[in-house]
């Protein structure tokens, strides 16, 4: 649960970051500057952290149903 409320933290963090960043350079599809690049380099980096944490615990389930399947296969 520490995982999810972490991620989901960084994950608001990151979208004020966007909005405040955005409002700053304005709201274009494309950098105008090396300054703007950096920011969504840096965003974009984030929510890929972000989400990897976000779903870590979903990979302890799996891990403890191939235990559990593999202790049932033993008996």
């Known amino acids: 649960m520490k995982k999810i409320k972490f991620a ?13 960043y955005n409002t700053v350079f304005g709201w274009n599809k494309l950098p105008t500057n090396e300054a703007e690049k950096t920011c969504d380099y840096i965003l974009k980096i984030g929510m890929y952290f972000a989400c990897a944490i976000y779903f870590l615990p979903l990979l302890d389930v ?14």
């Open 8 to 20: 989901t933290t960084t994950m608001m963090i990151l979208v004020l970051f966007f909005v405040i």
């Open 62 to 75: 799996y891990q403890n149903f191939i235990k559990k399947h593999e202790a049932s296969k033993k008996d």
